[in-house]
């Protein structure tokens, strides 16, 4: 989904957007690596329960020295990235509990609505990250439905708006602020995290970094120990590689 263009650039987003499902379709051709090693996680806990935010500004699942690192720079609001959510994160947790793969998630930007979304889905903080991704996937379509026609006095009402104030205009319009206030977000929390405008720039700045260092091509990319995944955008696909590099 996407807004008027003038939306966009007026949140500065000043890279060149990508398209969702731009990774989705062919099939990629591999020969399976040896086996690597995995590392238990510290007493009593489990590595899917290690969640980390990353100094790239991603959060990550997993045991932070696994040797197999997957990286995806996903939309909140891209349909293919929900596909792969709901299809992916449980069975790609086997792997992530052996130790030997570590997941990553970066948010990234498509249109204005992502980046609302995004703020608000690592409003949280890495604890409850995933299930609220999750979660959000899992109702994307319906959120989506709230969006304003071309000629909804909403969007004029935006037009008056500073590029902060709308973040927060689209994400409560959407329903993203009630979204994470049912989650345990409190009110005045979720608009604190709508209103930072350091928070923002993080994020449009990994955006504009992914798209020099990995030229990405539409989302969801995968990113599989330092290398783009091509043609690669679903669970099985993405499985074969994992596999294919010794998971």
């Given at each position: ?60 699942m997993g045991n932070p020295a696994a040797p197999i690192k997957l990286i995806e720079y996903g939309s909140r609001t891209c349909g293919h990235c ?45 604890g409850p990250f995933f299930p609220i991704m999750d979660q959000m996937y899992a109702q994307q379509a319906d959120l989506l439905k709230n969006g ?28 993203y602020l009630a979204f994470v206030q049912e989650r345990g977000v409190p009110e005045a929390q979720a608009r604190q995290c709508l209103a930072d ?51």
């Amino acid at each position: 989904m996407r807004l008027p263009i003038g939306l966009v650039s007026a949140l500065a987003l000043s890279t060149t957007l990508a398209a969702c499902g731009g990774g989705e379709s062919g099939n990629i051709t591999t020969t399976p690596a040896d086996p690597v090693a995995g590392a238990a996680a510290p007493g009593g806990t489990q590595w899917v329960d290690t969640v980390e935010k990353t100094a790239e500004g991603g959060f990550r699942m997993g045991n932070p020295a696994a040797p197999i690192k997957l990286i995806e720079y996903g939309s909140r609001t891209c349909g293919h990235c929900a596909a792969f959510a709901t299809s992916a994160m449980e069975p790609m947790k086997a792997y992530i509990a052996s130790g030997k793969v570590s997941f990553e998630f970066r948010d990234f930007l498509l249109n204005p609505i992502d980046l609302g979304a995004a703020l608000l889905g690592q409003c949280a903080g890495p604890g409850p990250f995933f299930p609220i991704m999750d979660q959000m996937y899992a109702q994307q379509a319906d959120l989506l439905k709230n969006g304003p026609a071309q000629d909804d006095p909403f969007t004029k009402q935006l037009e008056a708006m500073n590029p902060q104030q709308r973040v927060a205009a689209l994400a409560e319009r959407f329903g993203y602020l009630a979204f994470v206030q049912e989650r345990g977000v409190p009110e005045a929390q979720a608009r604190q995290c709508l209103a930072d405008a350091a928070a923002t720039q993080a994020l449009v700045k990994s955006n504009e970094d992914a798209t020099k260092q990995y030229n990405i091509p539409g989302t969801p990319t995968f990113i599989l120990n330092g290398k783009v995944l091509e043609n690669t955008g679903t669970w099985p696909q993405v499985e074969a590689a994992l596999k294919a590099a010794g998971a």
